[in-house]
């Protein structure tokens, strides 16, 4: 790292006597970096990586200084640099050069990837204030009853914030007045950014030194006639020094909480001069003693697994642990992090989703006490910013978090953990940047010349390709910790079982009896549905009319919960409908089911047994996930059903029973990432089953019984998935043998986005036609009122055409927005799409 900070000249001084410019970024989608100069008064502190204030068509913003340098633009003339906000950098070189990567690769501007980047308190916000014009005089005599309150608060202070106006009028709608005043000529109108964010103060209670001594102390409790007289007073003073010797230091909070005392009576013994009261920043979250506890030893198998990285770490950046379910991957990552962190270096654990990090937290805690803290969306932007300033300085050692954590200041990076690497969550979906984490910490973990260890009982197709290559090291971990055995596993044929209602069976008699039988000995059962709500469609019974979103070409599905329809694309709820909109009849039979459903139908045939649901519906909220794991982790719920949620790496002991109730649904997506994605997701739920004592059953309910990812699962055999998927891909041209470029153009207007579309793709056929599939329409080719159509490059992997290719995309990009018919269609460029 140090060496990189000398390379990049990170902290160099401006040479005097020069003018000095600035490459800055800001929060904004700008094709380039603008650049302004910087003042006189600025030189000696203007710093890479730290923040400033700018200008840019009458609004400020903070922006962060990518480069310095003497070069004077030759296309404008640059504006000045309105202040310094830090006289550190608040970003590391590293950083910048991860951002840079991702704007180039992911086809998005660097402004786009601060904004992702940065906690919103770095941001900062431009607050209005007014400032009275001299120019105007001291006659209001024109002015009605509100603005001339404004106009004379104005004369006597002459500035005012927006929100002190709204306390002048009592009122929020303030800006038909200002308006008004600003007509007049009598203000103007003045944006200065504020500081939002606000550190946390704890009052903390101490002893005055002069008691310090026993013998005053001694005196003050046996002879002070005030003190004795107050005998709330006496009882909170020895409380307090109860809890001074118990705890150490002691807050206000906790103090009047543990003594059942009254705020005046801890006021009374402060204006003794008895207490101090002291105001203190403290951190928004609570972290344990720093000390590293690592209570187990490592299987053989893991041994060698971990021996076999640190043999290849030697001669690799990166290496893939492909160990099974259950095979005890976490406690290798464990005796990996335990080795970098005793090195002096830092840790990055990423997950896919911020529900994994409940689980995952609490093991780690228990080995790495204070070393570890958790960085992801769920915290409030104080908190955030406490956890990036921890890291940043050092404190910190181990981060674990979501994608968002890549983004994080590291200044010694030693070890990059990708759990479940294969997740399709790590690749960011909307809005830009679109950046697959996993990728892209490859890529940050080479300016620290870090290493990468990629963890997955089923890895993606195209890291286990380029383990396979030679690429990237790969390690097995082919058997369970303590020798448990793989789950068995039984395809249950729905299309032999008879149903009345000819609906499709939500429990089998198969999975019934599988269910009662754990729940007779006392085991818990695990069922997974990919589909939340009650019912993915309702269908009139005469016409087979569906109701559909008016805003997307979707159905809607029904919530039992709220009794609404819901779309799943954009969010909107409708009443239920009752009548036909095509036939005017009042039946409908609702089709399929989803895990409302389910859990619905399982109260009906098991009411002794007690059911939760984990999806999106039903785990709202920043602790709601953790509680709903902590309560089947103490068996207090019998049945979970859920989605994606169940599947992702959870680890419950007492499971030993695992119901997959639709897997054709799982099996029969338009992509050619199908047959993956339905192995992964099947052999990582039935994963959850049999994890202590290996006598774990799965059942899968389906009526294509002849898939052959079926066979793969059945077997738990991914080495021939992966032999058959990969001739497969090599076949059709995919990935790994490719990389595909997803363009996707949106307008409100079905003409114009297929006019824009094809114009677009005959400007590029010349040079690229061979590359080039479509443009088509998406299977849902309306969402949020936007039509859409979608082009797809597949490029070998060259690195001179895929630079020429994206600068097409950009060119193209440019002339059709600057087209008076195409101006406001949405062109997204998606590289690596999933």
Avoid at 614 to 638: C, P, W, Y
Wanted: glycine content about 4%; overall charge neutral; aromatic content about 10%.
């Amino acid at each position: 790292m140090d060496n990189f900070l000398q390379q990049a000249d990170f902290f160099s001084s401006p040479q005097s006597g020069k003018f000095l410019y600035a490459e800055v970024i800001i929060p904004l989608a700008l094709p380039k970096n603008y650049t302004w100069s910087v003042p006189d008064q600025f030189h000696a502190i203007v710093k890479t990586g730290c923040r400033v204030e700018v200008e840019l068509r009458n609004k400020k913003y903070a922006g962060i200084v990518k480069k310095l340098h003497y070069k004077k633009p030759e296309a404008f003339e640059p504006k000045p640099i309105l202040n310094v906000l830090d006289t550190e950098p608040v970003i590391y070189p590293a950083q910048l050069k991860l951002w840079e990567w991702i704007s180039d690769y992911y086809l998005c501007s660097e402004g786009e990837v601060m904004a992702a980047a940065l906690p919103a308190h770095f941001k900062l916000s431009s607050e209005t204030i007014l400032l009275f014009n001299e120019e105007y005089g001291e006659d209001f005599s024109n002015l009605d009853h509100d603005e001339y309150l404004v106009a004379e608060a104005l004369l006597i202070k002459k500035e005012l914030k927006l929100s002190e106006v709204q306390q002048i009028l009592d009122s929020t709608h303030v800006y038909p007045v200002i308006k008004k005043l600003i007509d007049k000529k009598v203000c103007l109108v003045w944006e200065a950014l504020k500081e939002t964010y606000t550190p946390k103060k704890e009052t903390y209670v101490l002893l005055n030194p002069q008691f310090d001594d026993e013998e005053n102390l001694s005196r003050l409790l046996n002879e002070d006639k005030k003190l004795q007289r107050a005998e709330k007073q006496m009882e909170l003073l020895l409380a307090y020094l109860h809890l001074q010797k118990t705890e150490g230091e002691v807050t206000k909070t906790e103090l009047l909480k543990k003594s059942n005392a009254s705020d005046a009576q801890l006021k009374g013994l402060a204006e003794k001069n008895i207490l101090i009261l002291q105001k203190r920043n403290v951190d928004r979250l609570r972290y344990l003693p720093k000390n590293i506890n690592i209570d187990f030893e490592l299987s053989p198998a893991q041994k060698k697994a971990f021996e076999q990285i640190d043999e290849l770490f030697k001669i690799k950046q990166v290496c893939l642990l492909h160990g099974v379910t259950s095979s005890g991957k976490t406690q290798v990552y464990i005796k990996q992090i335990e080795q970098c962190i005793k090195n002096g270096k830092q840790v990055l654990y990423l997950l896919p989703e911020i529900a994994l990090t409940s689980q995952i937290i609490r093991r780690l805690q228990k080995h790495f006490g204070g070393y570890i803290g958790i960085y992801h969306s769920k915290f409030s932007q104080n908190e955030r910013l406490e956890i990036w300033n921890k890291i940043r300085n050092g404190e910190l050692k181990i981060v674990l978090g979501a994608r968002s954590c890549l983004f994080l200041p590291f200044e010694n990076l030693g070890l990059i953990i990708t759990d479940e690497e294969h997740d399709a969550s790590y690749k960011q979906q909307e809005p830009a940047p679109r950046y697959n984490a996993r990728d892209a910490a490859i890529f940050y973990a080479s300016f620290f010349k870090a290493k990468v260890l990629l963890g997955s009982a089923t890895p993606s197709v195209e890291s286990f390709y380029n383990a396979s290559t030679g690429k990237y090291g790969l390690v097995e971990l082919m058997e369970r910790f303590g020798n448990a055995k793989l789950p068995s596993i039984e395809i249950v044929d729905t299309k032999k079982i008879i149903n009345k209602e000819k609906n499709k069976i939500i429990i089998s008699p198969e999975l019934h009896a599988a269910i009662e039988h754990s729940l007779a000995n006392n085991k818990q059962v695990i069922l997974f549905q990919n589909r939340r709500g009650y019912s993915p469609y309702q269908v009139c019974e005469i016409c087979g009319w569906i109701p559909q979103c008016d805003n997307c070409d979707v159905s809607l599905t029904y919530h039992k919960l709220t009794n609404k329809l819901h779309c799943h694309y954009c969010g909107t709820v409708y009443p239920p409908v009752n009548t036909c909109a095509a036939c005017g009849n009042h039946r409908f039979v609702k089709r399929n089911f989803g895990t409302e459903k389910i859990e619905e139908h399982l109260e009906e045939i098991f009411p002794k047994a007690k059911i939760a649901r984990m999806d999106i519906d039903s785990v709202r909220g920043k602790t709601a996930h953790d509680n709903l794991i902590h309560l089947f982790e103490q068996h207090r719920i019998d049945i979970l059903v859920g989605t994606q949620m169940v599947v992702k790496g959870l680890d419950f002991e007492n499971v030993n029973l695992v119901g997959i109730t639709d897997a054709d649904s799982i099996l029969s997506f338009a992509d050619f990432r199908v047959n993956e994605r339905a192995f992964q997701l099947m052999e990582q739920v039935s994963g959850r089953a049999g994890r202590k004592d290996g006598d774990g059953k799965v059942l899968i309910q389906v009526a294509n019984t002849k898939h052959p990812v079926l066979g793969y699962v059945k077997e738990h055999n991914y080495q021939l998935f992966f032999q058959h998927e990969i001739e497969a891909r090599k076949q059709f041209f995919y990935p790994p043998f490719s990389r595909i470029i997803l363009m996707t153009f949106k307008h409100k207007s079905k003409d114009v986005v297929e006019d824009a579309a094809n114009v677009f793709a005959n400007n590029l056929k010349n040079e690229f036609g061979k590359y080039i599939v479509g443009p088509a329409e998406p299977l849902v080719g309306r969402i949020r009122n936007q039509y859409l159509m979608e082009l797809m490059f597949k490029l070998p992997k060259d690195g001179n055409l895929m630079h020429l290719v994206k600068n097409g995309i950009r060119q193209q990009t440019a002339i059709l927005h600057n087209t008076r018919k195409f101006a406001s269609v949405v062109i997204i460029a998606d590289s690596d799409a999933v």
